[in-house]
């Protein structure tokens, strides 16, 4: 079996540590999908701009080569118990791909390296390699009476507000992303006892210190980080 990536996809996501455990919970979440110059060609994604969203395959890059094992702990049971593998979303697998539903803004056909596809919702780190895209189609994909286990209702939210001053030199955009972001508590499930730990992560290259109290998200510092850092 000869796999190889077709595309990569640029994030708002520098750091894995951050980013959405899920696809679709920041609807602020921007990717564009850029493909590699073999399958730069348009006809490749002709008809792609009447669908709403697409399906993304793609390997988890940074868990490549670790070992797997047959039962991980979720995060969404609180790190505490143990379920199959393959009951789970985790990128700790015997083939490290995942599998995510984005929903497409645009499609760039006159971008030097287009087509390039523009996605929000993202739940990828930046530089992740894609090896296959498909659409979206809603009678064959959306089930309604789908259950999912335990991870059946959407997680719930964290309050999140600024120290001091801390968010002035931000634009709207990115300080809502940023909120979201962090909303959902990227902390690892066992940790999220702890409300002492300071946190740091890099979101839409933005360096953001913040720690949890009473179930609230504190930003403490946010500061901007030059493209080429």
């Known amino acids: 079996m000869n796999i190889e990536p077709i595309a990569s996809i640029k994030t708002c996501y520098q750091e894995k540590f951050g980013v959405p455990r899920q696809p679709g919970l920041v609807s602020d979440a921007w990717g564009q999908i850029t493909f590699e110059p073999h399958y730069r060609d348009s006809d490749a994604v002709r008809g792609l701009e009447g669908f709403s969203h697409l399906w993304v395959i793609f390997v ?3 868990t490549s080569g670790k070992q797997w094992k047959p039962s991980v702990r979720p995060p ?8 199959g593998v393959f009951a789970s979303r985790s990128p700790f697998r015997p083939n490290p791909i995942g599998l995510s539903c984005l929903e497409i803004e ?15 919702g993202v739940d990828l780190v930046d530089g992740t390699p894609i090896i296959d895209i498909k659409p979206y189609v809603p009678y064959a994909d959306s089930i309604a009476q789908a259950i999912g286990g335990f991870a059946q209702d959407r997680p719930q939210s964290l309050h999140v507000c600024w120290r001091n001053n801390s968010d002035n030199a931000i634009d709207s955009a990115t300080k809502q992303l940023i909120e979201k972001s962090l909303s959902l508590d990227p902390r690892p499930a066992y940790q999220q006892n702890n409300d002492q ?33």
């Open 60 to 62: 988890f890059h940074q």
């Open 76 to 83: 969404r049971l609180g790190g505490n118990k143990k379920m």
């Open 106 to 120: 645009r499609i760039d056909y006159d971008n030097p390296h287009g087509p390039v596809i523009h996605v929000r």
């Open 197 to 229: 730990r300071e946190y740091g992560c890099l979101i839409a290259r933005h360096n953001i210190k913040w720690i949890v109290k009473n179930n609230v998200v504190l930003i403490l510092t946010c500061s901007s980080r030059a493209p080429d850092e």
